[in-house]
């Protein structure tokens, strides 16, 4: 039997950015990255490990936003112009610095990595990442956990309890016209719990979620093996805890691999280094420099004077890193397992886009961790929080404590000075979406169509993600057009429904806008 | 508010009011002008804007009608601009920039791109390197960037007629309240509103809303208050707020109540009751009699390694920190 177990728990989320009243839209940016740099790598690797028959366990959960945005044809389609203006740039990159072989070298990796992505993209997978998911997790190396609908930060909408069950709801039911079954757990975004959120949880046939440490360590009664395994709520929903040390050698500015001078470091972009006359074509607009996704240097150290990337060098030392991680979880591992009686779980969550995006390297980290913990299978097994459940069945019985994953760990992110304006607006709608939902109870034709759309509007002003880029002053601008967008829309029809002077045409200008969730049924709010 | 009541007032106490009302544009308008505009804003039903967006607005306008933007040059306007952060502003015209400083964000014209921004290169760590591990969601860096959805935009309006209290936990020793009390200002009048206090007053709750709680915080606010910070709390604990009215002369109504909201856990539980539990249609996995507490003896871990309350100034320190020695390979 292995000594430790390791749960690794990415969670792939982006907020739904899809503006076709524009020909092009920077923020969309953020999907075309990590499609390219996250999701694609993340399915090779799978992929790989299918080929291989490597006992892979890796735990995924795909956010209803995401899955809306990689399945919809405009975006689709303008992923791969994207692609193809940065093969394109590359191309032209080749040809500029051929007389410099590092650079030269790294311009053909650059090349490559856009070709094959658009190969990938368009050839094998036919623009369907959702469905190259669903086949892994029906392969077996895969387990896709649902998410709330919009990533709506549960703990702060709780003042309408309908509200949070309609996130769960819509949440499961977008899992289950994506991947044809019912999910076994569900990411609570931002790991944001409170004491009764479970019995919600438990009324959708939610088997288990993920918290962060202190939810466990400060549960009640007091968990006997702490983090090590996971604890039932009184509901019977398992609640698993992050593994502290095994976030902190990944996520530390201090310890953390991602700052290993070999890697490449984010920031230095030809977005930025090269003459803009060169490289307008390839910005979108309005035109400001932005990242390209072409960067030429490695980390170096506290200089900024970097050199050149070397990718050769850069895989040995995440394939170094990965046999340290292994080695430390083994090690950790070791040090409890014969105060229990079963080998201690430890629970990695990490947000996805972390590997490749931020950190370049973090796929190559992530396979040789697969790898390695497969080539050993004495040491270091992965396993599924579902599965888990079906080995170790026999749990304690306690509660968490309310908790996020956030600074400080509670709510405050979510609630600071610059963003707590949010909520009572979003009280407000909730509390007329019910109420609407009960004036209409079976409405039909533009009605109907009118209360989808509210529920749309309501459901996309309650993501997570305006909150957080508020607070932190990234795209603030954007982030609070956006939650007044939808606020303002969902009134509008509100009042409109209310006073039965319904515009169809202004209906169906801004469906066509936010169409996430097509078979959205209002009536989860009853 | 009466066209009388108004008349009786001074341009200044006027110009409060207007400003309280988000009026703009309102600092140079003749005593008849102000009661006029005051009066029309009143006659709406309802109040196009919520407390929280008037508040917002009212204080961007009397910023800029306090140094007299109206009179300024296009330079002069540019630096107060800059003073105050306004990116994206160098090209913009006289009026766009008046608009821009008195916060019409959401109706002011596109605005001219902002000058090119290279973000600082010594960057020895990717951005994952958070001092903790908040999400960090994809984003450009932060170019300032006239994104064109802001440009139709509404604030969302507020129909509400009746009072509503809402309590929330932000942490395991602050709440935040926030109240609209649209009937009561209504029934009492904006003026003599003006004139009383809000006294929020912070009731703990037993287990299940149960009503034998004590009191434990109370303080005034002005009335046109709308939101509150409460600290200095306990954690897990529930709690209840009231929001009372007192008037200039001294009598004091009950105009709301609030939620139970309870604040999160900071400490070990102090109970080490252990229930083990098998979902139906398993077979146990384990005797339940064979298990050690790994907790707290067996655990220890650096003083702010996790993040509840230990490096939150002012926050009381947290009993038997958890020390756990990261192994060194």
């Excluded at chain 1, 389609?77 to 650079?103: G, H, P």
């Excluded at chain 1, 972009?269 to 074509?281: M, S, T, V, W």
């Excluded at chain 2, 009492?188 to 809000?198: N, P, T």
């Amino acid at each position: 039997m292995a000594k430790g177990l390791l749960a690794l728990v990415l969670h792939a989320h982006l907020p739904f950015v899809r503006h076709p009243e524009y020909e092009e839209f920077l923020e969309e940016s953020w999907l075309y990255e990590a499609i390219t740099e996250t999701y694609i790598p993340l399915l090779r690797l799978l992929e790989r490990a299918v080929q291989d028959q490597i006992p892979c366990r890796l735990t995924l959960s795909l956010s209803p936003p995401l899955l809306n945005m990689l399945d919809d044809a405009l975006l689709q389609d303008r992923y791969v112009r994207r692609l193809e203006r940065l093969i394109a740039l590359a191309a032209k990159e080749t040809a500029r610095t051929r007389s410099d072989l590092a650079f030269y070298r790294l311009a053909q990796m650059y090349l490559e990595l856009f070709t094959q992505a658009r190969a990938t993209f368009v050839d094998r997978y036919h623009c369907n990442l959702p469905q190259a998911f669903r086949q892994l997790q029906d392969a077996g190396v895969l387990e896709i956990m649902s998410c709330a609908a919009t990533h709506g930060y549960l703990p702060l909408l709780h003042v309408n309890e309908k509200a949070v069950r309609a996130q769960v709801r819509i949440g499961i039911d977008e899992y289950q016209r994506f991947f044809m079954r019912a999910p076994a757990g569900i990411w609570l975004p931002e790991c944001g719990y409170y004491p009764g959120l479970d019995e919600i949880l438990q009324a959708y046939g939610i088997r288990y979620f993920i918290v962060d440490t202190h939810a466990i360590m400060y549960a009640t009664p007091r968990p006997v093996y702490a983090t090590y395994a996971p604890v039932y709520c009184p509901s019977g929903v398992a609640a698993y805890g992050r593994d502290a040390d095994s976030s902190k050698q990944v996520w530390s500015s201090h310890e953390g691999y991602p700052g290993d001078p070999q890697y490449r470091d984010f920031y230095r972009d030809i977005g930025y280094d090269l003459d803009e006359a060169y490289i307008r074509p390839y910005l979108p607009p309005p035109g400001d420099r932005v990242p390209l996704g072409i960067k030429y240097y490695r980390i170096t150290g506290h200089t900024n004077e970097k050199a050149p990337y070397d990718p050769q060098q850069a895989r040995e030392r995440a394939t170094e890193h990965a046999r340290h991680f292994v080695a430390e979880r083994t090690q950790h591992a070791e040090r409890f397992a014969e105060k229990m009686d079963r080998p201690p779980l430890m629970v990695a969550p990490y947000d996805a886009e972390l590997f490749g995006h931020w950190w370049f390297e973090g796929p190559w980290w992530l396979e040789s961790v697969i790898r390695q913990a497969a080539a050993e299978p004495g040491t270091l097994q992965l396993i599924t929080p579902a599965e888990y459940l079906q080995r170790f069945p026999t749990n304690q019985i306690a509660t968490p404590a309310a908790s996020s994953w956030g600074a400080h760990g509670y709510h405050a992110v979510w609630l600071s000075d610059a963003n707590r304006w949010i909520y009572r607006h979003l009280h407000q709608a909730a509390d007329r979406m019910v109420e609407l939902a009960a004036r209409f109870p079976q409405a039909e034709g533009l009605q109907r169509r009118a209360l989808d759309q509210a529920a749309r509007e309501l459901l996309l002003a309650q993501s997570s993600d305006w909150a957080f880029l508020i607070e932190q002053g990234t795209a603030p601008q954007y982030a609070t057009a956006r939650v007044k967008q939808h606020l303002s829309r969902f009134t509008q029809l509100y009042e409109t429904l209310c006073a039965d002077r319904l515009d169809e045409a202004w209906l169906s200008t801004i469906a066509s806008q936010d169409n996430i969730f097509p078979a959205v049924d209002y009536r989860v709010y009853r | 508010m009466t066209k009388d009541e108004l008349t009786k007032k001074t341009v200044k106490e006027l110009l409060v009011i207007a400003r309280r009302k988000g009026l703009r544009g309102v600092s140079r308008l003749r005593k008849a002008q102000l009661i006029a505009t005051l009066l029309a804003a009143m006659s709406a039903p309802l109040s196009p804007h919520p407390p929280q967006a008037r508040r917002r607005v009212s204080v961007r306008t009397s910023r800029v009608a306090a140094t007299g933007s109206g009179q300024q040059t296009r330079k002069q306007l540019l630096a107060l601009a800059k003073q105050q952060g306004l990116t994206g502003v160098s090209r913009l015209r006289k009026a766009q920039l008046l608009a821009r400083l008195v916060g019409a964000p959401f109706s002011a014209p596109p605005v001219a791109p902002p000058p090119l921004h290279i973000p600082p290169l010594p960057a020895a760590l990717p951005p994952v390197a958070a001092p903790h591990p908040t999400t960090p969601h994809i984003t450009v860096p932060a170019t300032p960037h006239p994104s064109p959805v802001q440009t139709h935009l509404q604030e969302p309006p507020s129909g509400q007629q009746e009072n509503r209290v809402v309590l929330l936990a932000r942490d395991p020793y602050q709440l935040y309240a926030y109240w609209d009390l649209p009937a009561d200002q209504t029934r009492i009048g904006q003026s003599a509103w003006e004139e009383g206090q809000l006294v929020v007053r912070v009731i703990t709750v037993a287990a299940h809303g149960a009503p034998n709680g004590r009191e434990v915080i109370t303080f005034t606010l002005p009335a046109t208050a709308t939101e509150s910070y409460i600290s200095a709390l306990q954690p897990a604990t529930s709690y209840r707020a009231d929001i009372c009215y007192r008037s200039a002369d001294g009598r004091c109504t009950v105009l709301g109540r609030s939620n139970i909201a309870t604040t999160p856990r900071a400490t070990l539980s102090a109970s080490t009751t252990v229930q083990w539990f098998t979902p139906p249609g398993y077979a146990p996995s384990l005797p339940s009699t064979t298990y050690t507490h790994l907790l707290p003896s067996t655990l220890s871990r650096e003083p702010g390694s996790w993040y509840p309350g230990h490096d939150v100034p002012g926050l009381p320190s947290l009993p038997a920190p958890l020390v756990l020695p990261v192994p060194r390979s």
